[in-house]
C-alpha cells in the first residue's frame, strides 16, 4: 500500500512506534559498566548508530544519503527540492552520555513521520531527517564538527588539524570510517534548499519540569566555548622533593579550578573544568604537565568574556607564583544564539501557544544552523535536568508528547 505521500510506510505494515524504536537503538554504544553511552565520532559504536539511521530511512522508503561530511540525511520527497523542512538531531554522545541527548531528536523524528503517515496527510515540501555527525566533540575536542563543516563554520584545514586522545586525526578516524576526509567542507547548496530545520531535544536542565509541561520551544542558546589550559611544570620525586623546590602544575590547575567557580558564581555564570590529563601520571611522580579543559557559558558574550579573562587572568598569576608555564587556547566556541523569532512563533501558534519558550546553555547543531537556515527547538521534559550522565532521562509519555508536538509542527510546516 502506498501512503498519500507516494512512498510506502515500513514494510511489515504498521510503522513501528516510538518505543520500538528506542528499544533498538538502546543497547548501542552503551558500556555495561557504566550504563552510559560511548558513541565518539567514528569509531565502532558510531558505526552502528549510522546503520541503525539507514535501516530506519530504508524501511520506510526515504531517500537515504549521506553528504559530503558524513551527516545523514533521510529524504521524503526530492532530495533537490526547494524550500525543504529538515528535522533530526545527532546519535553521538559524550563519555558515558546518557540516551536521550540526541538519540531522542532523530527517533522522534522517524516517529513523527509514522504518525503524519497513520493521519495521511499529504506533503506539499521535500522532508529530510538528519544524524548531524560528531555533536558533541567528545573525541576531537570540537562541538559540532559535521554541522559546522556544512555550514562553512570550520574549515576543511582546520577539521584535518583535530586529533584525538591518542594522536589519532580526524581525516585518518574518518577513513578507517570509510569516508573521504578530502570531501569535507561547505555545503551551502545543500543548506540553501532548507526552508527551516527544527531539532527535537531532551532539555537539559529542569524548567519544564518546573513549569509541569511535556514540550517547551527554545529561544535562544547561550555564548558558549571551551578552552584547553595547559600547565607546564617540572617533573621529579613526590617523596624526595621538598615543597619549596616543587613546580607543582597541578597546584596550579586546582587554584585553577577553585577560580573558576568563583569567577562563574560571581557572574551566574557556569564554568567546568571536566577532562584533565597528566603527563607522566604517575602516584609517585610531580607531574611535568597537567592539561585541563574548562567549558564556560553564561547568557551573554560580556559576561562570557569578564568569566574567562577572569579564570585565566588567576591562573597566570598562579602560575607565576608557582613557577609554572601556562598556554591558554580556545578550542571550541559557539556564539549566542537567538532563534529566528518568525519560526518560533509559528511553532508556537501550531501548538496551540500552549508550549512555553525557553533558553538553554546546552550548544546543539540546530545553533550552528540558524546562521545560515531558519532554525527552531523543540524541548521535551527531562524530570531530574540531569544530562551528559547515564541517569539522564525523559518519560515515555513525555517523548511521545514530543513526538506528537513535532508531528503537528511538521505537518504544519510540510504538509496540507
Ligand atoms: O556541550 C553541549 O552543550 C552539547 O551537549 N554539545
Ligand atoms: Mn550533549
Ligand atoms: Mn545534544
Known amino acids: 500500500m502506498t501512503g498519500p505521500d507516494g512512498t510506502r510506510p515500513p514494510a511489515g505494515g504498521q510503522p513501528p512506534s516510538f518505543h520500538t524504536m528506542w528499544a533498538e537503538l538502546a543497547p548501542v554504544g552503551r558500556h555495561p559498566a557504566s550504563g552510559g553511552y560511548r558513541r565518539h565520532a567514528w569509531t565502532g559504536a558510531d558505526a552502528d548508530c549510522r546503520t541503525w539511521f539507514q535501516e530506519q530511512a530504508e524501511a520506510r522508503g526515504l531517500t537515504y544519503e549521506t553528504d559530503r561530511n558524513g551527516n545523514q540525511w533521510a529524504w521524503l520527497g526530492d532530495p533537490l527540492g526547494e524550500d525543504a523542512v ?123 519540569d518546573l513549569t509541569g509541561d511535556a514540550v517547551g520551544i527554545a529561544s535562544a542558546i547561550w555564548p558558549h566555548g571551551r578552552w584547553r589550559y595547559d600547565f607546564h611544570g617540572e617533573a621529579n620525586h613526590a617523596g624526595t622533593t621538598r615543597l619549596a623546590d616543587r613546580r607543582d602544575p597541578m597546584l596550579t590547575y586546582a587554584e585553577t579550578v577553585l577560580a573558576a567557580r568563583r569567577e562563574a558564581e560571581l557572574a551566574g555564570a557556569v564554568a567546568t573544568f571536566g577532562k584533565i590529563a597528566v603527563e607522566p601520571n604517575g602516584v609517585n611522580a610531580i607531574p611535568s604537565l597537567v592539561r585541563g579543559w574548562l567549558d564556560s557559558r553564561a547568557a551573554d558574550q560580556a559576561t562570557l568574556d569578564t568569566v574567562v579573562a577572569g579564570i585565566e587572568a588567576a591562573a597566570h598569576e598562579a602560575a607565576a607564583r608557582q613557577g609554572v608555564d601556562l598556554t591558554v587556547v580556545r578550542e571550541s566556541f559557539t556564539p549566542v544564539v537567538e532563534f529566528e523569532h518568525a519560526l518560533r512563533d509559528e511553532l508556537a501558534k501550531i501548538l496551540g501557544g500552549r508550549v512555553p519558550v525557553l533558553g538553554t546553555g546546552a550548544g546543539h547543531d540546530a545553533g550552528i544552523l540558524s546562521a545560515s537556515v531558519p532554525t527552531a527547538m523543540l524541548f521535551v521534559r527531562n524530570p531530574t535536568g540531569v544530562s551528559h550522565s547515564p541517569a539522564e532521562h525523559a518519560a515515555e509519555d513525555d517523548c511521545v508528547a514530543g513526538v506528537l508536538a513535532l508531528a503537528d509542527v511538521l505537518e504544519g510546516l510540510a504538509c496540507g
Open 86 to 208: 529538515v528535522t533530526g538531531s545527532h546519535l553521538d554522545s559524550v563519555p558515558d552520555g546518557g540516551a536521550f541527548d540526541g538519540p531522542l531528536g532523530v527517533v522522534s523524528s522517524f516517529a513523527a513521520l509514522d504518525e503524519l503517515r497513520r493521519r495521511g496527510v499529504g506533503f506539499r515540501r521535500p522532508l529530510a531527517i538528519t544524524n548531524f555527525g560528531d555533536e558533541e566533540g567528545a573525541r576531537f575536542g570540537l562541538a559540532c564538527v559535521g554541522s559546522r563543516l556544512t555550514a562553512g563554520q570550520l574549515t576543511k584545514e582546520a577539521a584535518h588539524r583535530l586529533r584525538d586522545g591518542d594522536g589519532v586525526s580526524l581525516p585518518q578516524a574518518m577513513e578507517a570510517a570509510g569516508y573521504d576526509p578530502e570531501a569535507i567542507g561547505p555545503d551551502p547548496e545543500r543548506l540553501a534548499r532548507i526552508g527551516a530545520f527544527v531539532e527535537l531535544h531532551v532539555e537539559q536542565g529542569r524548567a519544564l
